[in-house]
């Protein structure tokens, strides 16, 4: 549902064009220190503007309705909504009729029987990563790991093999009308081995799920990944044997998780983003109200590579399930 997580619990909610999105966190612990200052560098990292990304600007300016007092956590519900305001919502009236390709606009309608709120892809829209974000800020202090995401790849391209930050990929694909995916590498700091709950909470499940719930991931990789497949067992399995700790393995091809459970090396993961479905590119797809094929060239706008954006957000994620996991083992 709308909900993930045991003790450390994120509930989120709202649409794209209603009033407000927002979250609410149970489980927090009491006593962290936390301000609406606290949530802006991360909500800035998330926010459109730059190249390829949507010319919607919010504000984005979080409002904590609950569960701080004089600055510092109670241990009570927090809530945190964020209002809309930058929206125009009749860019979306010809996608009740031909819905975009590659976006939930039908699925949502079918499963919800045309009940759902389809202005900027309602509660299916990526906005729904900003409260993610906000989450991801309380986990974080939670947590107390360092978790680092960055961008590796966009359009097949790796940053090693553009030195303008994949400028001219972008500026081509907004030429085209078209738009591009990428692939986003996270690394968590060192962690005590032992956290997970096989069979099917193991950590490489959890955060698959946690991940797998930002709109547009296709696809997730721990350590050597896929390459694994091509490798003989003496090139993947990673040796015990450090002098200083024993107990961490000399290689990381497990990407810090065996059996299911940290080994105390760091989480090590990829996550692929598809290309925005919304694109201005003429497509031929289905008009339901005609019962035949037409043009659709997708108005409002979109982000041309949204995984430029997605860093924080699979940062937010990984906090929520390693903040979980560790009251869980406390």
């Known amino acids: 549902m709308n909900s993930f997580g045991r003790i450390f619990r994120v509930s989120v909610f709202g649409e794209s064009h209603g009033e407000a999105i927002g979250v609410l966190l149970d489980g927090v612990t009491a006593g962290i220190k936390l301000s609406q200052e606290d949530f802006m560098a991360d909500i800035i990292r998330r926010k459109s503007g730059a190249t390829g990304t949507t010319p919607r600007i919010e504000e984005d300016t979080p409002e904590i309705l609950s569960g701080v007092y004089d600055g510092f956590t109670t241990g009570a519900p927090l809530a945190v909504i964020f209002r809309n305001g930058n929206t125009r919502s009749t860019d979306y009236d010809l996608l009740k009729d031909i819905p975009r390709p590659g976006h939930a606009d039908r699925t949502a309608a079918v499963k919800w029987h045309g009940f759902n709120d389809p202005r900027g892809g309602g509660h299916f829209s990526g906005r729904l990563t900003l409260p993610i974000v906000a989450a991801g800020v309380v986990a974080k202090k939670m947590a107390g790991i360092g978790i680092n995401a960055e961008l590796v790849e966009v359009g097949g391209i790796s940053k090693e093999e553009t030195p303008d930050g994949w400028k001219s990929q972008l500026e081509n694909a907004i030429r085209e009308k078209d738009s591009l995916g990428g692939i986003v590498e996270c690394r ?119 995984a430029l954006r997605t860093p924080v957000i699979v940062e937010a994620m990984t906090a929520i399930v390693l903040a979980d996991l560790i009251k869980i083992n406390a």
Do not use: Y
């Not at 991940?211 to 696809?219: A, N």
């Open 188 to 306: 968590t700091g060192r962690l005590p081995a032992g956290l997970g709950e096989p069979f099917f909470d193991s950590v490489e499940s959890l955060i698959s799920h946690a991940v797998f719930s930002i709109p547009g991931v296709r696809g997730i990789e721990f350590g050597d990944g896929f390459q694994a497949s091509k490798m003989k067992g003496s090139e993947h399995n990673d040796p015990f044997g450090n002098p200083e700790n024993p107990d961490i393995p000399v290689r990381n091809g497990a990407g810090g998780v065996n059996g299911g459970l940290t080994n105390g090396n760091p989480i090590v993961f990829r996550v692929a983003f598809k290309p925005t479905s919304s694109i201005g590119k003429v497509q031929q797809t289905w008009d339901f109200a005609t019962g035949s094929i037409a043009s659709l060239a997708v108005p409002g706008r979109h982000d041309v590579c949204f």
